[in-house]
């Protein structure tokens, strides 16, 4: 992003309107993600917009962020989407939700957000083990919040509780907690971060232990371009952890066994995990051959599942619970088509000579939380996506 130095100068302005970011990116993951990204999202956007036009104007735009504001614009055109209620109200939440996160780094710099994600993610892992304690001790106050008024969604691994912290689901918890507990593993802080550690490692969830990994091994290749005894033994470690898990946690060895069934028993519920994200993949590719140029139209993901759905399914009874939000790239490739993955293949593409390691950390981020996340309100997403062009302030 190409300011010298953030344009909001008070350091508690700052601290707070970033605490208010995470603590929205906590809350959205517990709620409906529409709803609350319009509101709570939009509320830190507006403060720091109110700010700006009161001591400073400083309204640039990245290069990057206008192509992408023209792709859209031109998907909609061609798809002529502004007729499409449902369309419209997810490219302004989208936007939304977007220019929220980028203005927020541009305000903030990279140097305040890591640190207040550093301590948030110490917090969110504290009361992760809190959880735990309480799950051993039979005190569900702490780990059930069905009494907030949402839906319980508390699961097990074992003897041991999948630890939520207020996240919807331990993956949403695993996204949260990846970067913080990957810095930990490659800079050899893992006992002064160890609570974030084992918050991580008490998600179970196999999706965030197999981006861990995928993350690691992109790193020492692509970033770090080196791999040593010492980055060599740190992989080791994580695979022996991975696979002590598979051994002894039977609904970790299940799920990841789930990944590998085929034909018949993908239709099976247990084996959703891995049946969603391929359906989804199949009526996307589905779109993009009808409509390889411009896909079906941002915002109609449901109107791709049921033109294509069906041609793999047929029959079958609660074909809802098949539907994915999920694999960020296949989802742009049905709804926005070639145009769409090349854009943004593109802006990633002219970003990497020039950023730096902490900036290509966050795109590898980025990438792999894709496979497992394709909503378009993913706080984790467009927070590792803005991430990567930063510059460090």
Same mark, same amino acid.
Not at 137 to 162: C, H, K, N, Q
């Given at each position: 992003?190409?300011?010298?130095?953030?344009?909001?100068?008070?350091?508690? /302005?700052?601290?707070?309107?970033?605490? !208010?970011?995470?603590? +929205?990116?906590?809350?959205?993951?517990?709620?409906?993600?529409?709803?609350?990204?319009?509101?709570?999202?939009?509320?830190?956007?507006? =403060?720091?917009?109110? &700010?700006?036009?009161?001591?400073?104007?400083?309204?640039?735009?990245?290069?990057?962020?206008?192509?992408?504001?023209?792709?859209?614009?031109?998907?909609?055109?061609?798809?002529?989407?502004?007729?499409?209620?449902?369309?419209?109200?997810?490219?302004?939440?989208?936007?939304?939700?977007?220019?929220?996160?980028?203005?927020?780094?541009?305000?903030?710099?990279?140097?305040?957000?890591?640190?207040?994600?550093?301590?948030?993610?110490?917090?969110?892992?504290?009361?992760?083990?809190?959880?735990?304690?309480?799950?051993?001790?039979?005190?569900?106050?702490?780990?059930?919040?069905?009494?907030?008024?949402?839906?319980?969604?508390?699961?097990?691994?074992?003897?041991?509780?999948?630890?939520?912290?207020?996240?919807?689901?331990?993956?949403?918890?695993?996204?949260? =907690?990846? &970067?913080?507990?990957?810095?930990?593993?490659?800079?050899?802080?893992?006992?002064?971060?160890?609570?974030?550690?084992?918050?991580?490692?008490?998600?179970?969830?196999?999706?965030?232990?197999?981006?861990?990994?995928? !993350?690691?091994?992109?790193?020492?290749?692509?970033?770090?371009?080196?791999?040593?005894?010492?980055? /060599?033994?740190? !992989?080791?470690?994580?695979?022996?952890?991975?696979?002590?898990?598979?051994?002894?946690?039977?609904?970790?060895?299940?799920?990841?066994?789930?990944?590998? +069934?085929?034909?018949?028993?993908?239709?099976?519920?247990?084996?959703?995990?891995?049946?969603?994200? &391929?359906?989804?993949?199949?009526?996307?590719?589905?779109?993009?051959?009808?409509?390889?140029?411009?896909?079906?139209?941002?915002? $109609?993901?449901?109107?791709? &599942?049921?033109?294509?759905?069906?041609?793999?399914?047929?029959?079958?009874?609660?074909?809802?619970?098949?539907?994915?939000?999920?694999?960020?790239?296949?989802?742009?490739?049905?709804?926005?088509?070639?145009?769409?993955?090349? $854009?943004?293949?593109?802006?990633?593409?002219?970003?990497?000579?020039?950023?730096?390691?902490?900036?290509?950390?966050?795109? /590898?981020?980025?990438?792999?939380?894709?496979?497992?996340?394709?909503?378009?309100?993913?706080?984790?997403?467009?927070?590792?996506?803005?991430?990567?062009?930063?510059?460090? =302030?």
């Amino acid at each position: 992003m190409h300011c010298k130095r953030s344009f909001i100068t008070n350091l508690n /302005f700052k601290r707070g309107i970033t605490v !208010l970011f995470f603590v +929205v990116w906590i809350l959205i993951a517990l709620v409906n993600p529409v709803p609350i990204s319009t509101v709570l999202i939009s509320f830190s956007t507006l =403060l720091l917009i109110a &700010y700006t036009f009161i001591f400073r104007l400083d309204y640039k735009i990245d290069n990057w962020v206008f192509i992408l504001l023209l792709m859209f614009l031109l998907n909609f055109l061609v798809n002529g989407l502004f007729t499409h209620k449902e369309s419209v109200r997810w490219l302004l939440a989208f936007w939304v939700c977007f220019f929220s996160i980028y203005f927020l780094l541009r305000a903030c710099g990279m140097r305040i957000i890591l640190q207040v994600y550093k301590y948030i993610a110490i917090l969110v892992s504290a009361f992760c083990i809190l959880q735990q304690a309480s799950s051993i001790l039979g005190i569900a106050f702490f780990y059930d919040l069905s009494w907030l008024g949402v839906e319980s969604r508390v699961t097990f691994a074992g003897p041991f509780l999948r630890v939520t912290a207020f996240f919807a689901e331990p993956a949403h918890l695993g996204f949260f =907690l990846m &970067y913080p507990t990957f810095i930990a593993i490659i800079n050899k802080r893992l006992l002064s971060d160890f609570i974030i550690i084992i918050a991580f490692v008490m998600t179970f969830s196999v999706g965030s232990f197999g981006m861990l990994i995928i !993350l690691l091994i992109g790193y020492y290749l692509f970033i770090d371009k080196r791999i040593t005894v010492k980055s /060599f033994l740190i !992989l080791m470690i994580v695979l022996t952890g991975f696979i002590l898990l598979l051994n002894f946690i039977p609904e970790f060895s299940h799920k990841f066994n789930s990944l590998f +069934v085929g034909g018949d028993a993908l239709l099976l519920s247990e084996n959703r995990s891995k049946a969603a994200p &391929y359906f989804l993949v199949f009526v996307n590719l589905s779109s993009f051959l009808d409509s390889p140029f411009f896909g079906n139209g941002f915002g $109609t993901r449901l109107v791709i &599942y049921e033109l294509y759905l069906s041609d793999i399914l047929g029959n079958v009874k609660n074909p809802d619970q098949f539907i994915s939000n999920e694999v960020f790239f296949a989802k742009i490739m049905g709804e926005m088509g070639a145009i769409g993955l090349i $854009t943004f293949f593109y802006i990633i593409y002219k970003r990497w000579s020039k950023a730096s390691e902490q900036n290509k950390i966050f795109l /590898f981020l980025f990438l792999v939380v894709s496979l497992k996340s394709g909503s378009y309100f993913n706080p984790a997403l467009l927070f590792f996506l803005n991430m990567y062009f930063i510059k460090k =302030l």
